[in-house]
């Protein structure tokens, strides 16, 4: 049987579908109340000047990392922890809190968002390079709806070193919107191990490339 392998369109296109997609989806969603895949009204960041004092030493170092293939990866103005609410593998609830201890890139995605589906090999092979117990590639999908749809893709496409993270609500899209974190999909949080935001973007990237690796490990130092 031939290998399915996602659509390889050149970086110009990717964006400009990506920013279609932010349209598309920004519309389509309700942002005056958060509500997590289990229920849980999801509440607003919180700045945590203790927590977070190591994320502004970080942001400092990372910064001038944020380049080439990782341009688009805004450094944070203001560290904090976002609080997130979505189901974990073998479908557990789950927070952010339950990430701590480990640097995480959390990605949001959907099976029908054309640049999220085309970036999901690279960050496969992120985390299947640099995955780990102090780093984690951590993919939300938002599909509505069960996990068939994921579940399928991620099969078909070889995605085999990311766990299923879920949130069908939407909750944490909503949230992160309202952070001005994501307008469209795919949106990406770069979080450190005390799960203080260090830096974000909108849109595809190469994770595989030499420049994420070089984020990644400069992210993780203590």
Avoid at 55 to 71: D, F, Q, S, Y
Avoid at 102 to 123: D, I, Q
Avoid at 191 to 204: F, Q, R, T, V, W
């Amino acid at each position: 049987m031939t290998e399915k392998k996602p659509l390889r369109l050149p970086s110009a296109k990717l964006v400009a579908i990506a920013a279609v997609a932010g349209i598309v989806c920004g519309a389509g969603v309700m942002v005056f109340r958060h509500i997590g895949s289990e229920g849980q009204v999801q509440g607003a960041a919180v700045v945590d000047a203790g927590l977070c004092e190591g994320a502004a030493k970080r942001i400092t170092a990372i910064e001038p990392l944020l380049k080439g293939h990782i341009a688009a990866m805004s450094a944070s103005d203001r560290p904090r922890v976002i609080p997130l609410s979505f189901k974990g593998p073998e479908d557990a609830a789950m927070t952010q809190a339950d990430l701590k201890g480990k640097t995480v890139l959390l990605n949001l995605w959907a099976t029908w968002c054309v640049p999220c589906r085309e970036e999901m090999p690279a960050l496969n092979a992120l985390e299947k390079d640099n995955g780990g117990d102090d780093f984690e590639v951590v993919t939300i999908n938002i599909d509505t709806g069960g996990d068939e749809k994921p579940k399928s893709f991620m099969s078909e496409y070889g995605i085999d070193s990311l766990k299923l993270y879920r949130d069908s609500s939407m909750g944490v899209f909503n949230v992160l919107k309202k952070e001005g974190l994501a307008f469209g999909l795919p949106a990406t949080l770069l979080i450190d191990d005390n799960g203080c935001l260090l830096a974000s973007m909108n849109g595809p990237a190469a994770w595989d490339s030499e420049d994420a690796k070089a984020l990644v490990t400069a992210a993780k130092a203590k």
